[in-house]
């Protein structure tokens, strides 16, 4: 049996980070998580891209041009949208997750989602360094192993 393993040691990856500014009380934390947890897993600082984006539906097409480059290996979308008294909320979170998962396919690379989806403010303090952990940070673990089993899947299939 063949067994393909991420790691989790981030040395040499090049990761595209996208925020929106929109909410950014709550996405400041969630790129404040990603950025310290892709240091404590090994990456330098000078391979690291963030751009800002105005809301949460541009994050896929900023997303799709950092997957689209040589130079990145994986990439974290960073995000937060809270429900409100219209079905906007629907529309907005449809559009990121279906986005989001089409550039991972298109591109073939990591594209991990880091984009809150609440009902209440609380749930994405919650969600960004409170209680519940940091959602940027666990997507920026998520993209160090996925980059790394793409690489060994890559790898034996060229054996």
């Known amino acids: 049996m063949?067994?393909?393993?991420g790691r989790l040691d981030g040395a040499g990856l090049r990761?595209?980070?996208?925020?929106a500014r929109f909410n950014d009380l709550i996405v400041d934390r969630l790129l404040d998580g990603a950025l310290a947890a892709l240091r404590a897993h090994g990456v330098d600082d000078r391979d690291v891209v963030v751009?800002?984006?105005?809301?949460a539906v541009e994050l896929p097409v900023v997303a799709q041009a950092l997957a689209d480059r040589d130079d990145v290996d994986a990439v974290v979308a960073l995000g937060c949208v809270i429900r409100g008294s219209t079905?906007?909320?629907?529309y907005v979170c449809s559009m990121v997750a279906s986005g989001v998962a089409r550039v991972a396919l298109d591109a073939a690379k990591p594209v991990a989602f880091g984009v809150l989806t609440t009902e209440t403010?609380?749930?994405?303090?919650?969600?960004?360094?409170?209680?519940l952990g940091n959602k940027g940070a666990?997507?920026?673990?998520?993209?160090?192993?996925?980059?790394?089993?793409l690489r060994g899947v890559r790898a034996r299939g060229q054996a």
Not at 51 to 55: F, Q, S, T
């Open 87 to 90: 079905s906007h909320y629907d």
């Open 51 to 55: 751009a800002r984006v105005a809301g």
């Open 138 to 149: 666990e997507a920026a673990v998520v993209a160090i192993e996925t980059a790394h089993v």
């Open 2 to 5: 063949d067994r393909i393993e």
């Open 121 to 131: 403010l609380e749930q994405a303090f919650d969600r960004a360094g409170g209680k």
């Open 15 to 19: 990761v595209g980070l996208v925020a």
